[in-house]
């Protein structure tokens, strides 16, 4: 389940199972959003994004849901694995402010055996 | 997917030296690169905007002095901290605008540690 750590919340999830972590943004002016994936110690690396004409979009093994109604971002991870375990951050910007980007308070993603 | 490059990828120096980080851009032209900095366990917070050609935006609150930036090139953007405190130990992560897809790629960071 979810818990509140110290600074970032965190979602503990049994392999094999779907994982959803969810992002509330602040400006209902973006119209530009993006999860990144950060291991520890790393650099965050891009998984998906998707901008404001959509509500889904699907990549490999993840989707990302967008409710512009209640500025909610998630993002779902089928199957999750070992290796999906780290922190996630969604990120919102503005088309034409040259990828200025704000992002969320982030969410631990613990996987479990 | 484009590759940024950070370097170093952490240091260690005594208050009150400079220790410069840089971000390249391998495989693609960036006019526009981003500084930020990151606490543990919490989020990325922007520090700036660094333009090619041009000076630097900087968030409110982040010290333009304290903070120089460089970008030189259309691969190349430099950050130095200068006058290193204790209190300025942090990791420090750049990312780049690929101008041919717009996406923003990260480097890999730099863990700060001033003594």
């Known amino acids: 389940g979810e818990s509140v750590g110290l600074h970032l919340p965190t979602l503990s999830v049994q392999e094999g199972d779907n994982s959803i972590i969810n992002c509330a943004y602040s400006?209902?002016?973006?119209?530009?959003f993006i999860w990144y994936k950060q291991e520890s110690g790393k650099g965050p690396q891009f998984i998906i994004d998707i901008r404001s004409n959509m509500d889904k979009r699907q990549g490999q093994r993840v989707t990302v849901l967008l409710n512009k109604t209640v500025k909610h971002l998630s993002l779902q991870i089928a199957a999750t694995q070992p290796g999906d375990s780290a922190v996630y951050f969604c990120?919102?910007?503005?088309?034409?402010?040259?990828?200025?980007?704000?992002f969320g308070t982030g969410t631990r993603l613990q996987v479990t055996l | 997917g484009a590759v940024v490059s950070q370097h170093p990828s952490w240091v260690i120096c005594k208050s009150g030296t400079s220790v410069k980080i840089e971000c390249r851009s391998l495989?693609?032209?960036?006019?526009?690169m981003f500084w930020y900095r990151q606490f543990p366990k919490q989020s990325l917070m922007l520090m700036a905007t660094s333009n090619e050609g041009s000076k630097a935006t900087y968030e409110q609150g982040v010290e333009k002095d304290k903070f120089l930036i460089n970008h030189a090139s259309l691969t190349l953007s430099t950050l130095t901290v200068t006058s290193a405190h204790p209190e300025d130990s942090s990791f420090y992560i750049c990312s780049a605008r690929d101008l041919s897809n717009e996406k923003l790629f990260f480097g890999s960071g730099t863990q700060l540690s001033v003594l």
């Open positions: 495989d693609f032209q960036a006019t526009t």
């Open positions: 990120a919102e910007g503005l088309t034409g402010t040259a990828s200025k980007l704000t």
């Open positions: 400006n209902s002016a973006s119209d530009y």
